[in-house]
């Protein structure tokens, strides 16, 4: 003969210590604000369509973001170079953790690309475990994060002139970005693969000034004011100017002249516009 006992059916539910002795609460619905919804906007997927075809990999996919929807419908989103696959195991992160494959050379020119494309300066790129990684490849991610963020300035800068020239203003560089790399970005040699980049977004995918003027002054004259570099060093970059130049105002006389001779190309540039 077994005798069965019940001891659950009707023993007391355990509780935490902290609660055992407050009165229960009802469970209530939770608000809809805290539920996220499928994206499905035309900003989402015109993103995705970007970071796919360009076989980037993102931080907000990888680490399964529940905010991805509303980030990549403004065209915000952050890459992750070097790989998927980090090399820390944070408890709260979803990225995959284990041993870093290969770099891909050409993942800074992709991501270069995918900012081009996407027309916002907002980006932003991280290196997931990084202090791990090898000398090498640090120095890669770092140059590869320089490159992004010279981009979406630059990128940044011509929107802003590009809207100030549809409403009818003139919009004058001090210093155009085309002039200040095409020596060591376009002609230089030995570049590294971040200036071919560069260079070739400069020369290829940029639009280019409509007038780009400038103040000549021998060698000397620059070394003796600055006193950088050499005047071998100063020659070639002045020749690299000259050749680049659609003006040239001699910067040795005097600055009324100087300031006379700008506004006047500047002047019959914007009528002939």
């Known amino acids: 003969m077994v005798t069965v006992l019940d001891t659950i059916a009707n023993a007391p539910r355990l509780r935490h210590p902290e609660k055992a002795h407050k009165p229960d ?7 809809d ?7 499905m906007s035309k900003g989402y997927a015109e993103t995705r369509d970007i970071v796919k075809s360009h076989r980037l ?10 905010n991805i929807g509303e980030c990549w419908e403004k065209k915000h989103a952050t890459f992750m170079i070097m790989g998927e696959i980090c090399t820390r195991a944070c408890a709260f992160c979803n990225v995959a953790t284990g041993i870093p494959t290969a770099l891909d050379p050409d993942e800074p020119a992709r991501i270069a690309h995918a900012v081009k494309r996407s027309r ?3 980006r932003q790129a991280d290196a997931a ?3 791990s990684l090898p000398r090498r490849a640090r120095r890669a991610g770092r140059a590869g994060l320089r490159l992004t963020n010279r981009l979406a300035e630059e990128w940044y800068r011509q929107l802003i002139a590009h809207a100030y020239v549809a409403r ?18 376009v002609a230089g040699a030995g570049r ?5 980049v560069h260079g070739w977004m400069l020369m290829h995918a940029y639009p280019r000034p409509a007038l780009l003027i400038l103040l000549d002054a021998p060698p000397e004259v620059l070394h003796a004011r600055k006193g950088e570099g050499t005047l071998a060093s100063l020659a070639r970059r002045r020749a690299d100017y000259l050749g680049l130049a659609d003006a040239v105002v001699p910067a040795t006389q005097p600055l009324p002249a100087v300031v006379t001779d700008v506004a006047a190309l500047i002047r019959d540039a914007a009528r002939g516009r």
């Open 57 to 66: 990999v993102t931080v907000c996919e990888e680490a399964g973001c529940p």
């Open 33 to 39: 604000w805290i539920r996220v919804k499928a994206p």
């Open 25 to 31: 609460q009802d469970v209530l619905r939770k608000p």
């Open 192 to 196: 590294s693969f971040g200036r071919r």
């Open 120 to 122: 916002s300066p907002r």
């Open 168 to 185: 009818g203003w003139i919009v004058v560089f001090d210093r155009h970005f085309l002039a200040d790399y095409h020596a060591s970005d």
């Open 129 to 131: 475990g990084a202090s």
